[in-house]
């Protein structure tokens, strides 16, 4: 199966080490293949995850659990 992309909208304004710290925290979730803050659009932040392992309200949940606020926004 292929995997599948969420954006989630990251509410705090983080600087460019808090967002990569914040993508290698998101990476380690279980599912998690890739999650990116662009420079370009710093509040949204898109996360692959495959969707036999974890579901989208799992990957939100584990942004939140990472110290931001955050919705999801919708997929790719």
Do not use: F
């Not at 495959?50 to 990957?59: G, I």
């Amino acid at each position: 199966m292929t995997n599948t992309e969420v954006v989630v909208h990251i509410n705090e304004d983080l600087q460019k080490e808090q967002r990569e710290l914040l993508s290698q925290k998101v990476c380690k979730l279980e599912g998690v293949v890739s999650a990116e803050l662009p420079d370009q659009q710093p509040h949204l932040m898109i996360v692959g995850y495959n969707p036999e392992t974890t579901k989208s309200l799992q990957v939100l949940d584990g942004v939140k659990n990472s110290g931001v606020h955050a919705q999801l926004v919708g997929w790719l």
